[in-house]
């Protein structure tokens, strides 16, 4: 039975690793079900979700020149008309926006992150707020602009250099040097 791009399947879980689980399909054919194809859903690890020896049903996503098999589960799987799988789930951690960035709708004049001029489109600052041109140069409502914080932290530095250098002063020689 050749194996064609779009047919469903039932197959044998015969390998599960980190990126996926291998399938043998009838004819001792093998392909494999990337992580990303075994749920809708975010899957931390393949173990969770599948066991060697699980049948499966799957459906062959492709088929590569070299004879290597590419299948999914979620694929297979038969939704009545209309249905949508779940949302993705917004990331969180560094990055600084939650997950504002992730989820930008389109059509808008997204920025990319970047202040652009005249004719650049985009109109937002780094942090998806809007790009005031007339407050350049000066912190908005109060708060310490990037000049005020960058001669703030250099007078600091400044501070605990010379501090060290201070305590150090006297301690330098090698060991066992007497001192006079």
Not at 111 to 118: M, Q, V
Request: no cysteine; glycine share 20%.
């Amino acid at each position: 039975m050749a194996i064609e791009v779009g047919a469903k399947l039932e197959g044998k879980v015969t390998g599960i690793t980190h990126f996926g689980a291998f399938v043998d399909l009838s004819g001792g054919v093998t392909g494999l079900v990337h992580i990303s194809e075994i749920a809708d859903n975010y899957v931390k690890d393949v173990k969770d979700h599948l066991k060697i020896d699980d049948v499966v049903k799957v459906k062959v996503i492709n088929v590569d020149k070299d004879g290597k098999i590419g299948l999914s589960i979620k694929q297979a799987i038969d939704r009545p008309e209309g249905h949508q799988p779940p949302p993705a789930r917004e990331r969180s951690g560094s990055g600084g926006g939650g997950g504002e960035r992730f989820n930008r709708p389109s059509g808008g004049g997204g920025g990319g992150g970047f202040n652009r001029g005249p004719g650049g489109g985009g109109g937002q600052d780094r942090g998806g707020r809007p790009f005031n041109k007339s407050s350049q140069g000066r912190a908005p409502f109060g708060k310490p602009s990037f000049e005020d914080k960058v001669s703030r932290f250099l007078k600091d530095s400044e501070e605990r250099i010379s501090s060290l250098k201070k305590n150090t002063e006297g301690k330098r020689g090698g060991r066992g040097a007497k001192r006079v």
